[in-house]
């Protein structure tokens, strides 16, 4: 369990007792066993762990797309429901329409809300020119490279203005410079914004620099290993300190160790 | 632009080809049945608007009509089979052992039941059309991958904004394929049940010349048929130019 100590906001996000078995799966080696999170308002948790660990079940689980054998995730204390909450879900595959240009693909999380205007219009285009994706606005998805699509869905995200943001391994396709690039835009939205966000992935860096705490996960079956609180988060000026590389190194240990269990 | 007119260059070419083979074979024969291009051509010219035309247009309309009459039926019926896997369970062995039956072998049974008048054409070629769609709809849509589906769940999305944003742009290329298939099917049969119950239509047009020894005149409705295939295709391949920009 993720309780945040120092502040006594309330959770926006709670999974309670995840159990999730494909169905080609047994049901004694489940996907998710038994997996329970919370995230306060206006946190940023960042997921990691081994390839295989659930991972990104456990997003899909929290955006309502896969129902949990047993167990259930509240939004704000009421049951995931599409319909009612914002939810910004970036799927690991970035989750673009081939038939839509960029900017249609941009806006489609505002217009399945209702909520085109003018205003909303201004941001998209405010949006793009944030993240590099001006000029590109009448192309289709398949003219751009992985990192321009990853910005393209970083855009619909950020523009939705979600209650929730939940985000599967976003950065990973884009190269070393533009990660930490995109890293910094995301602070940046994250910090005028403060919107909940659970994000997954696979870099430890990542993790240490966007997570105020960081879920280490541990396959075979999916479970939650521990529980990191994380005060490096954020801080632009620590990304090269000592501090930063030795606890990189530990969670990277931590990971390797849970991810033998063979 | 540039390339558009490398494609038209490029088909007048394939056409003036095709013209001199005609010919080339036409003086080499020299039969009464094998006519030289240019008469053909020059008696169609003359005979065109008095008497072609109203043949043209009736086999056009029947064409549309069993066309629009398939697309009405089995595009719903692809959806709900390819969206619905329990739909898909009860529908697919009705439609895959009704497929290979010859639809142009129940043309008979048709006649009888539908009388020899237009309907029975136009059903004829609804039946044709209407499996193709049905499976091509389907089949396209069982293979959107279910991640195509996930911002719109995750936002909520009702069943006709999931149909408008992913289910149908994500079947039309398919759709039109197999309209385009259809269709070479839907004219050689058009021709057939052309022949029967009718004083209208290119079938009836081609086979009375024929019964008149008028060469010179079936030809002309040959070309006039054909020239109507091409046309058919040419609307379906703009049809899909313009609708699946994000193909290219």
Redesign the interface.
């Known amino acids: 369990m993720i309780c945040c100590e120092e502040c006594g906001e309330k959770d926006m996000i709670e999974a309670r007792h995840l159990t999730v078995g494909y169905s080609s799966r047994s049901r004694n080696n489940p996907v998710l066993c038994d997996v329970s999170l919370t995230v306060p308002q206006g946190a940023v948790c960042a997921v990691i762990g081994p390839s295989g660990c659930g991972k990104s079940t456990l997003l899909?689980v929290i955006?309502?797309?896969i129902h949990p054998d047993q167990g259930s995730v509240l939004l704000d204390g009421s049951p995931v429901?599409?319909?009612?909450?914002?939810?910004?879900?970036m799927?690991q595959?970035y989750?673009l329409?081939?038939?839509?240009?960029v900017r249609e693909n941009i806006l489609?999380?505002c217009r399945?809300?209702g909520e085109i205007t003018a205003a909303t219009r201004r941001e998209a285009e405010r949006l793009c020119q944030c993240l590099g994706l001006e000029g590109l606005e009448r192309r289709?998805p398949?003219e751009l490279s992985g990192g321009q699509q990853q910005r393209v869905a970083l855009a619909?995200s950020f523009l939705?203005r979600p209650d929730v943001l939940?985000m599967d391994e976003p950065f990973s396709a884009l190269d070393a410079i533009t990660r930490e690039e995109m890293q910094d835009v995301f602070l940046t939205l994250w910090k005028q914004r403060g919107t909940t966000t659970i994000l997954v992935t696979h870099y430890v860096e990542e993790a240490l620099y966007l997570g105020q705490t960081i879920v280490r996960m541990s396959a075979d079956p999916g479970t939650v290993a521990e529980v990191i609180p994380n005060p490096l988060a954020g801080r632009t000026e620590m990304r090269m300190s000592q501090e930063f590389f030795a606890r990189g190194r530990e969670l990277r240990e931590r990971i390797r160790a849970g991810g033998c269990h063979e | 632009m540039n390339k558009g007119h490398i494609v038209i260059r490029s088909y007048l070419f394939g056409a003036v080809f095709l013209l001199f083979l005609w010919w080339g074979i036409a003086l080499l024969l020299d039969l009464p049945v094998i006519p030289a291009p240019d008469k053909v051509l020059l008696k169609l010219v003359r005979i065109f608007s008095q008497s072609v035309a109203v043949h043209a247009g009736f086999s056009l309309w029947r064409i549309a009509a069993g066309l629009l009459l398939a697309v009405l039926i089995g595009y719903p019926v692809g959806v709900i089979m390819g969206y619905f896997p329990r739909a898909d369970r009860f529908l697919a062995p009705l439609v895959y052992l009704t497929y290979p039956i010859p639809k142009i072998a129940l043309l008979p049974i048709l006649m009888l039941l539908a009388g020899v008048g237009e309907f029975s054409k136009i059903l004829m070629i609804f039946l044709i059309i209407v499996f193709q769609v049905v499976i091509a709809v389907r089949d396209a849509i069982r293979t959107i991958p279910v991640?195509?589906y996930?911002?719109?769940?995750?936002?909520?999305?009702s069943v006709r904004?999931i149909f408008c944003?992913?289910i149908f742009?994500?079947s039309l290329p398919k759709f039109i394929t197999a309209v385009r298939v259809a269709m070479a099917t839907a004219v050689s049969v058009l021709f057939f049940t052309e022949t029967f119950g009718t004083q209208y239509g290119m079938g009836y047009y081609i086979m009375d010349a024929w019964l008149r020894v008028n060469y010179l005149d079936m030809y002309a409705g040959i070309v006039v048929l054909s020239l109507m295939g091409l046309l058919l295709f040419g609307l379906i391949d703009m049809a899909e130019y313009v609708t699946?920009?994000?193909r290219r």
Do not use: D, H
């Open positions: 899909k955006a309502g797309l429901n599409p319909k009612k909450r914002k939810i910004g879900f799927p595959n989750g329409l081939p038939w839509k240009t489609l999380g399945m809300k289709y398949r619909r939705l939940l | 991640e195509t996930y911002p719109l769940y995750s936002l909520g999305a904004q944003e992913v742009p994500a699946c920009r994000w």
